[in-house]
Structure formats: C-alpha cells, structure tokens
T-cell receptor
Framework: ETGVTQSPTHLIKTRGQQVTLRCSSQSGHNTVSWYQQALGQGPQFIFQYYREEENGRGNFPPRFSGLQFPNYSSELNVNALELDDSALYLC??????????????FGPGTRLLVL | KQEVTQIPAALSVPEGENLVLNCSFTDSAIYNLQWFRQDPGKGLTSLLLIQSSQREQTSGRLNASLDKSSGRSTLYIAASQPGDSATYLCAVRPRDNFNKFYFGSGTKLNVKP
C-alpha cells in the first residue's frame, strides 16, 4: 500500500470539455508529479509541484494546469479536451530531501476517455 | 533530449527461467535510474533505484545494473514466477533537471506456468 490515492478512477468526457483530476499524496510527502500514459507507452512527465509551487514542466500545452494545496494534495486540470488526451493519468508523491535521490510513489491512476 | 528505449517490447518465458530486461538511454548525465513494475490498468510500483554513482542494486530475486558510460541498465529476474507477469518500466532522472523522469515504453513480461 503506497498511500497515494487518486480520484476518480475512470472518467468519460467529450471533446472541448474541462476535467479536474485529484491526487492525495502519501503522508509526509511534499512533492507531487503528474504523468500522462497513453496506451502501450511509458508515462510522460506533465509537471511537478513542490510546496504549492510548480517546480518543473514537461512538453505539455498551457491547457494542462495544476494546483498543490497546503496539505500537499493536488489537482490536475485539463481545459478544451482533445481526443488525444485520452490516457491514464498518474500522480506520484515523494519527499524532497537529498536532491534527486527520492523515490516516487505512484497512485493507481485515473483513466480518462475523451469522445 | 533524453530518450529511453526498452528492448524487447514483449517477452514470454516458461516459469523458472532467469531473464534479462534491457534499458538504454541517450544522455549519460543522469542523476539516478529507477525500475518500476506496472500491472494492467494500475499504477507503478518501484522495484529498484540506482544512483548514478552505483553499479548495481539487488532486492530478492531482482538485480539491476547500471553502466552510465554506455547508457545502459539491465534488470535481471532470477527463477521467474507467473506472479512476475507485468510490464516493467525503466526511468531516468537527468542531472540537469532532476524534477522529471524520462520513461521507456516498457517490456511486457509473461511468465507461463
């Protein structure tokens, strides 16, 4: 049991809509990262939040945005959904300590289908 | 840009075999490399983390090696079991941008009873 939870588990939206995905970090972790995993591919880094500030971003457009709250839970928001946004969205939490050494603990993911 | 490749994409072996999964990366300036396991439709479970200064890590029947200069890592699974069936992913964290992981596409392993 990693302690990282995500909601909802599954979601169906139509093109052009907006979606919010939620992640609850493992207790004591102050960093959360979001990934998009298309079918048959490895996860692609979207962005990372550390102490409520964005702390690195991958090659995703601005319609992908996020928030981290004081309790270190997090949201991923996607506006103007496109068909290619259909994927498994994973969040991972970690404890920022010795730089780069921390292990990331992943949640079970939210599977998003855009029709 | 860092690119991570995993070969083979899929592997089917009989129970009890020892096997090796391969991961290669294009930029040797990494901070660490991590191997994960993913069961169908599920999140990732961390198996082994190797720091750039290390050559290998072991956990039970798993052994991961790292050759940074050649841009390669291997995951060795001894005495495979049907419960090892899953997709195995490797991910590298670059030294100049340690906030992000670059993942390979994974090796889908099937261990037949």
């Amino acid at each position: 049991e990693t302690g990282v939870t995500q909601s909802p588990t599954h979601l169906i939206k139509t093109r052009g809509q907006q979606v919010t995905l939620r992640c609850s970090s493992q207790s004591g972790h102050n960093t959360v990262s979001w990934y998009q995993q298309a079918l048959g591919q490895g996860p692609q880094f979207i962005f990372q939040y550390y102490r409520e500030e964005e702390n690195g971003r991958g090659n995703f457009p601005p319609r992908f945005s996020g928030l981290q709250f004081p309790n270190y839970s997090s949201e991923l928001n996607v506006n103007a959904l496109e068909l290619d946004d259909s994927a498994l969205y994973l969040c991972a939490s970690s404890l920022a300590g010795t730089r780069g050494s921390e292990t990331q603990y992943f949640g079970p993911g939210t599977r998003l289908l855009v029709l | 840009k860092q690119e991570v490749t995993q070969i083979p994409a899929a592997l089917s072996v009989p129970e009890g075999e020892n096997l090796v999964l391969n991961c290669s990366f294009t930029d040797s300036a990494i901070y660490n490399l991590q191997w994960f396991r993913q069961d169908p439709g599920k999140g990732l479970t961390s198996l082994l983390l190797i720091q750039s200064s290390q050559r290998e890590q072991t956990s039970g029947r798993l052994n991961a090696s790292l050759d940074k200069s050649s841009g390669r890592s291997t995951l060795y699974i001894a005495a495979s079991q049907p419960g090892d069936s899953a997709t195995y992913l490797c991910a590298v964290r670059p030294r100049d941008n340690f906030n992000k992981f670059y993942f390979g596409s994974g090796t889908k392993l099937n261990v037949k009873p």
